[in-house]
């Protein structure tokens, strides 16, 4: 058939064929014969295929000399008019050249060649100029090794012929190398490897359709996936939450690419990183994107990308639709083992924003570890109004799954303790660093530490009774071992004092009944948006605030509310992507950057929030000031008041010095605008960091913490009033500690600062012994190492270090502070521009 022809007739022959693409060509009236191979689906879905098929034919795919005989046999003995390939990469080009020598090809088989192969696409990238990535080709998995050798460090392992994210591992060292070599022999693979950069930024799909060599880009997917060193995809967001100018340069890019491969006819699957110096294509199929992403576009837009495919063909237009809603696909990733307790999922397909949950296992059966997408354990589709609502809803709906399993815990370091464990002094402690553990080891208690792999570390396992290595932050994962912990240990308390472990440890509190803070304080403090709404429904003091959702948004604030207002993230701390809107001049550039921090997420510090969702709220004026507290049973005691040191141009916390110098009246203030925060809010048991200031109206609570303050505070508060915050935290729920009746009185003073720098490239750092061996120092942190590159300063994460000095007195510890970071250390910095 020629390009601009419609079929000769209605006989269609498809390879690989899924049952919808089947049912939707029958509907627009073509007659079906399908060919596939039997080993690659379940019978009973195959025969759901042959059901609606004018005829079935069976081959095995991985003889492609007998596929390419049927193919052309089939297509003469029934005088087909077109031949459609929509199934996998593997047989395409194959089946193309058939048609092309029958007339019948709807793409020229070389078209597919340069969209599905990894390492031609990234030839005909470089060819053309499009997408520059530092890339390398290995012709087998042998040759691997001897090409890293002369390719900078990190980069990605991509088998080129494996889909699925099979194989596909970040490398940063020879220990990487050899777990994707035993990864890979679970393949049996031997063809070539592609060996690219790493590329940082949000990942996204592209779904087009093309007719006539006219590509339509139908939409723009979200990707969320596992962290490196692999990058197995946990869900997918349609329409992605990108601002217009980002979405035109990606489908620019992905036309751009389609038009140099000579793509003609049909869906393609295009995944695109959007970078720092723009988007860079990761790699491209001739197919509809999986992982159910034409439901998603379906369900937010109402058009039908699979028959729309078919629609083209019998000289359709196929315009796809604006959305009017989100939609969200979202994976169940859980613990491997045998299944020995399942429920919730009638609950989840009962909600009426869930649109279809799949999970192919019952008790008995034993879920795999996720290493690639074809290992998952199933997954749910919701939808909602906005991207950050489909999500947030599809977390609730994934966390109503409630799996347990009977075997050994899988990714234990050791799961069973060395002594028995007595259950009134167990302690389940979620994500820690090392002196936490160490401490309440010190205090006599069992503990039972469940730790992040990225935060892991040996000591903390030499430590602990019994350490889990798994992903806390995520509920359908943390609640099966819990629920086994408690099974077998029956522990007495959960805490957690790192910011993403507070609420985990909440629903704990909440699931066994152990008392203490529970998660809804713990997810309010977290959200900032709820918080604010939280305490303006309660009658507390408080600001307006409103979701960032648009440009617009931000206009409408400062119109109804005034300047200036701040923009920040609903659930991110240590002044991260926190923008002062001064007024209307400032709406595009906050606009802007808000965009940049959505797409770049969170470089640097904690990786375990994304930047997504925004709120805007009303400025607060006055000296600001952070409070130390702890509470006993629903009774706050203030422990200590903390200034800030800030210089007013930007966010970024200078410093904090110990007590605080207030007069009596605000020192009162501040203390009873506290308590009033945390009953409203609903903290109980524990410590407390709340940030507040001083302002024309009053004391005003900025955010609030239930857990320590970062920046050495709480070795601030044990220099000058003697208690040791963490220990508090960790011997309180045993009763190994007294409730404080009264605020401590202060026996000496303490400061902070942090070490700044210049743009520039750090070239020497002197002076760190010497200030590690004062007296007076009780801890210097250095984040800048000789090599590292300096920015300018835009938040916490910003600043080059930490010195932590202590004193008699608050003055005393601020001038000495100030004269031994600029007598003693020195930082030298290269401007880079030189």
Known sequence: MTEHAAPANNRLLMVQPYTQFVEKAVALGFEVWSIWDPTLQPASYLQGVEKVSTQMLWVDFSDEAALRRMVRETALAHDVGCLLHLGEEATMVAVAEEAQALGLALNPPEALRRVNDKAVLRELLAEHGLSPVRTAVAGTPDEVGAVLAGFELPAVLKPTRLQGSAAVRLVT?????????????????????????????????????THDGRHRVVGITAKRKTPAPVFVETGHV??????????????????????????????????????????????????????????LIRLATGFDIEGAIFDLLV???????????????????????????????????????????????????????????????????????????????AAEAKALLRVETGSAVLNAVHSTPAAPMLPERTLLLIGHQTEPVRIAKELGLDVILIQHKEKFQPEQAALADVTLIADYTDWSVLEPLARAAHTIWNFSAALSLTEPGLEPAGRINDLFGLGGTGFEPARLLRDKLAMRRHLAAVGAPTVAAEPLTDRESLAAFGAAHGYPFVAKPVDLTAGYALFRVTGPQDVDEVWERVGEARRTGMDRGSTMYAVTEFLMEQYIDGPEYSVEGFSFAGRHTVVAITEKLTDGGHFVELGHAQPARLGPADEERVVAAVGDFLDAIGVTDGPSHTELRLSSRGPLIIEGHNRLGGDHIPDLVEAAYGVDLTRYALAWPFGLVEPMTE????????????????????????????????????????????????????????????????????????????????????????????
Do not use: K
Not at 260 to 269: I, K, N, T
Not at 289 to 295: F, K, L, V, W
Not at 777 to 786: F, P, Y
């Open 743 to 834: 605020r401590p009185r202060p026996i000496a003073a303490g400061c902070v600062r942090g070490i700044l720098g210049r743009p520039g490239r750090v070239t020497a750092i002197t002076g760190a012994d010497e200030l590690r061996a004062h007296p007076s120092v009780l801890a210097l942190d250095l984040a800048a190492r000789t090599g590292s590159v300096i920015r300018p300063i835009q938040d916490n994460w910003d600043r080059l270090g930490l010195l932590a000095v202590t004193a008699a007195d608050t003055d005393t510890a601020v001038a000495l502070c100030e004269e031994l970071l600029d007598t003693v250390l020195t930082v030298a910095i290269e401007d880079e521009t030189r």
């Open 315 to 393: 000289g359709g237009t196929a315009e796809p639709t604006p959305a009017e809603r989100s939609a969200a696909i979202s994976f169940f990733t859980l613990p491997p083992g045998r299944i020995t307790r399942l429920e919730g999922l009638a609950e989840i397909d009962a909600l009426p924003h869930v649109h279809g949950v799949r999970f192919p296992f019952t008790e008995g059966d034993v879920l795999p570890e996720t290493r690639h997408s074809g290992s998952r354990h199933g997954h749910m589709i919701v939808t909602g109004r906005t991207a950050q609502e489909a999500e947030r809803l």
């Open 238 to 295: 349609f329409p992605a939450p990108l601002p217009d100018t980002d979405a035109e340069a990606i489908g620019a890019l992905v036309t751009a690419v389609l038009d140099a491969a000579g793509y003609r006819f049909g869906p393609a699957h295009t995944e695109v990183i959007l970078t720092a110096d723009g988007p860079r294509v990761v790699e491209s199929q001739a197919r509809l994107g999986g992982d159910r992403i034409p439901a």
């Open 173 to 209: 060292g020879p220990d990487d190398l050899d777990a994707w070599r035993r990864e890979l022999a679970g393949h049996a693979y031997r063809g070539p490897v592609l060996v690219e950069e790493y590329l940082r930024g949000p990942e996204f799909s592209v779904e087009t359709l």
